[in-house]
T-cell receptor
Framework: TQLLEQSPQFLSIQEGENLTVYCNSS?????LQWYRQEPGEGPVLLVT?????EVKKLKRLTFQFGDARKDSSLHITAAQPGDTGLYLC????????????FGQGTTLQVKP | EPEVTQTPSHQVTQMGQEVILRCVPI?????FYWYRQILGQKVEFLVS????????KSEIFDDQFSVERPDGSNFTLKIRSTKLEDSAMYFC???????????FGQGTRLTVV
């Protein structure tokens, strides 16, 4: 069974600080996705990383896929209150069905 | 922008009753999914559906659950006899291809009392 361990589960920081969220597995994933979920809504895709070692940037967010495609990280630079939310990593499973395996999520609170 | 829509947004039902959760996936998508998220827990895969049949299901998706795509646009999840532990947010998702971006609906909050 493929599992994704996401850490930390909760993070409360001041505006302007940097932070990193980690997503780790003992299994290899063909690709890994990061989502953001607002209360009462479905997850919304932020980025997909596919190649080992790949780095993608989305404004102040930097996503990295590990060389072995077993882990990923999300780094936010100079966090703002608008970044507050639940961040989820999800790996695309080995079957060809497109099934996603989610981590537990990281709840981020950025205080002004 | 295309979106996945789910109805109802909230459903309260008595234990033992049947419920049907409805989803309208994005029209040109080929793969359809149901996920659930129990309060405070992670999003869990229930079932995937492709070419009018189940392509994969999890251990959670037992005989009490079924899915249908009755008319080429709606995609439904039926729970035959609800239990208290079925209370959760249920999300429908669809993708255009097996490696493509997943679009999620806003979810149905199911409360079993």
């Amino acid at each position: 069974t493929q599992l994704l361990e996401q850490s930390p589960q909760f993070l409360s920081i001041q505006e302007g600080e940097n932070l990193t969220v980690y997503c780790n597995s003992s299994s290899v994933f063909s690709s890994l996705q990061w989502y953001r979920q607002e209360p009462g809504e479905g997850p919304v895709l932020l980025v997909t990383v596919v190649t080992g070692g790949e780095v993608k940037k989305l404004k102040r967010l930097t996503f990295q896929f590990g060389d072995a495609r077993k882990d990923s990280s999300l780094h936010i630079t100079a966090a703002q209150p608008g970044d507050t939310g639940l961040y989820l990593c999800a790996g695309v499973g080995p079957s060809n069905t497109g099934k996603l395996i989610f981590g537990q999520g990281t709840t981020l609170q950025v205080k002004p | 922008e295309p979106e996945v829509t789910q109805t109802p947004s909230h459903q309260v039902t008595q234990m033992g009753q049947e419920v049907i959760l409805r989803c309208v996936p994005i029209s040109n998508h080929l793969y359809f999914y149901w996920y659930r998220q129990i309060l405070g827990q992670k999003v869990e895969f229930l079932v995937s559906f492709y070419n009018n049949e189940i392509s994969e299901k999890s251990e959670i998706f037992d005989d009490q659950f079924s899915v249908e795509r009755p008319d080429g646009s709606n995609f439904t999840l039926k729970i035959r006899s609800t239990k208290l532990e079925d209370s959760a947010m249920y999300f429908c998702a669809s993708i255009a291809g097996a490696r493509a971006e997943a679009f999620f609906g806003q979810g149905t909050r199911l409360t079993v009392v």
